[in-house]
């Protein structure tokens, strides 16, 4: 739908949408604003993106009442931002600004009615408040981690954020964050040191594509493995070559979602195919949401925290032990063992975990069904949004 048919439009709300750059962020942000657009009529919505992510969802199918607008690509590349990660980062909060209000101020067809920001676009509230729209924050991760974010506070006065690394120190348990079930210090993410960006730095894009419709159509029912490492962020060249040769030689088939591009890895999964998850949030709820028994191989952020309710509290799953002071985490033949376990259907364990899972999917599944919590969501917002004409 192009300006001039918006236009014409009566008492139309224009939301505009400012998602943080990455899947994880866009996806969900997308997909809230397809369901809203579907419950308000009269509701339309600019999607703001770079110009190198209108290449790559631009063609996606959304409703016409969604449209793109683009910002310059004054940021890295999608497809390199592992590399310095941090100043990817510091590239969105300090470049992105200007030229989303120079968009902001030419979207006169109606004019702006709400903005509805990721959390992390920290400057859109202000660009908001100097034009008097009002801006909702959208968080994209888990509520556990915005509880610890929101009680870093609590953090700080038991010594807990700004530390030094000791093995005594990070046996130490949280037990004081709204939320957050009983955790030793070392599971939680980095909040306040740098040591991430060792990670980022050593991370690699290093996946193919691979046909596999006609394969997996000649498995046993629930018996493929699926291993998602995320958009971007990978592990280091020596761990892939384990976990890859774990995997292969636990027997178990297994698909593999690639991105980017390394032949090395296209031949070490000839023949093959196959499932173990980083534990990004978006990760998690498709994991929950299809009712499988995941297998935790978290990395960084909310991901260490999200592997831990897979494991410990929702006990759906199985975690992958992280070795400390090295670059190898886990080995080949501890990964064979623990994707052999998580497979087998017939052990009293794997039918415990598979039946939890499949109560998580039945509550994922009421939520986003007619009249279920999400829905309620959805229609306060628009109520909100209502109010404000």
């Not at 981690?145 to 870093?152: A, E, G, K, V, W």
């Not at 000791?166 to 040591?195: M, Q």
Request: negative net charge; proline residues 5%; charged residues 25%.
């Amino acid at each position: 739908m192009d300006p001039a048919e918006l236009q014409q439009v009566g008492g139309s709300r224009h939301l505009v949408a400012m998602p943080w750059r990455g899947r994880g962020h866009i996806n969900p942000m997308m997909n809230l604003c397809k369901r809203l657009v579907l419950r308000d009529p009269n509701l339309i919505v600019t999607f703001v993106v770079t110009e190198e992510w209108l290449g790559f969802i631009g063609s996606d199918l959304k409703p016409d009442r969604i449209r793109f607008s683009t910002l310059p690509n004054l940021i890295p590349s999608e497809l390199v931002r592992a590399n310095n990660f941090n100043g990817f980062v510091d590239a969105v909060h300090t470049l992105l600004e200007e030229p989303f209000e120079r968009l902001l101020d030419g979207l006169n067809s109606p004019p702006p009615t709400v903005i509805i920001s990721d959390t992390y676009v920290v400057w859109a509230v202000r660009v908001g408040e100097q034009r008097n729209i009002p801006v909702v924050s959208f968080w994209t991760m888990s509520a556990t981690i915005l509880s610890l974010f929101l009680h870093s506070d609590l953090l700080i006065s038991h010594d807990h954020a700004l530390f030094e690394p000791s093995e005594a120190k990070e046996e130490e348990i949280v037990d004081y964050i709204p939320g957050l079930s009983l955790t030793k210090l070392r599971d939680l993410p980095p909040l306040f040191n740098s040591n991430i960006l060792q990670v980022f730095k050593k991370s690699k894009l290093c996946f193919n594509e691979l046909p596999t419709a006609k394969w997996l159509d000649g498995q046993a029912k629930s018996s493929v493995l699926y291993i998602s490492q995320g958009s971007f962020l990978s592990v280091s060249e020596a761990q892939m070559e384990e976990i890859v040769a774990g995997v292969r030689e636990s027997g178990v088939p297994f698909l593999w979602v690639a991105r980017g591009g390394e032949s090395k890895m296209k031949e070490a999964l000839e023949g093959s195919s196959g499932f173990v998850t980083h534990c990004g949030f978006n990760s998690t709820l498709e994991g929950m949401y299809s009712g499988v028994p995941m297998l935790a191989f978290p990395l960084h952020w909310d991901q260490i925290l999200n592997g831990k309710m897979i494991v410990e509290e929702w006990r759906v799953g199985m975690k992958i032990e992280r070795r400390k002071k090295t670059e190898l985490l886990i080995d080949r033949e501890e990964i064979k063992e623990v994707v052999k376990r998580l497979m087998d259907r017939e052990s009293e364990e794997g039918k415990e975990m598979r039946r939890r899972a499949c109560d998580v999917s039945e509550i994922c599944r009421g939520a986003v069904a007619e009249k279920g919590s999400s829905d309620a969501n959805i229609d306060a917002f628009i109520r909100d949004i209502n109010n404000t004409t």
